[in-house]
């Protein structure tokens, strides 16, 4: 057999592994929430990264990362107050906004690498999204989803725990530009 035909069997058989449920009426159950956390791979060769529009590029999808600070909430950045910093574009709703950030970024990003916390406590890694959020401490954190958010600002003795378990998974990261292990 030749190369072409051994490819349009793999294919059929990939389809057709796709498509045996729809077929057979059996619909599958994916996991959602706490059961999409819990069923992530334990972490292994990560980089601190912070999380970027899958689509622009854009650090915590365009907004302003001052404004998460101020009393109303992330407010979206604009064109004309943009910087890249650490390989991530970043946007502002001010000139104001921007030089803060420039004059001391560590403040205004979020913790745990993006990551949210409660699945970090249990030993997984879950990007945070942009728009679920709490400002704990002085410190912003990202969370998966609603229920993660809930449990965490219900839940205040969680922040040390997870701030540990995050000291010690840096250890871990990798650089990105050299392949290996990234200094803290």
Known sequence: MDNRALTLIACALVLSQALAPSLSG?????????????????????????????LSGYALDGLDPVTYFLPGGPQ??????????????????????????EAGPARFLPRLGGND???????????????????VEGRLYLFHDPASR???????????TVEGAWEALRESLVDPASGRGASP
């Open 26 to 54: 059996v619909a599958r159950a994916e996991p959602q929430g706490e059961a999409l956390v819990a069923a992530l791979p334990p972490p292994i060769g990560l980089t601190e990264r912070v999380p970027l529009h899958a």
């Open 117 to 135: 916390p409660v699945a970090l406590a249990q030993g997984r890694l879950a990007e945070g999204r942009s728009d679920l959020y709490a400002v």
């Open 76 to 101: 979206p950045g604009a064109v004309a107050h943009e910087t890249v910093w650490r390989g991530a574009a970043w946007r502002f709703a001010s000139a104001a906004n921007q030089a803060a950030f």
């Open 150 to 160: 809930a449990r965490f600002t219900g839940a205040p003795e969680t922040l040390a």
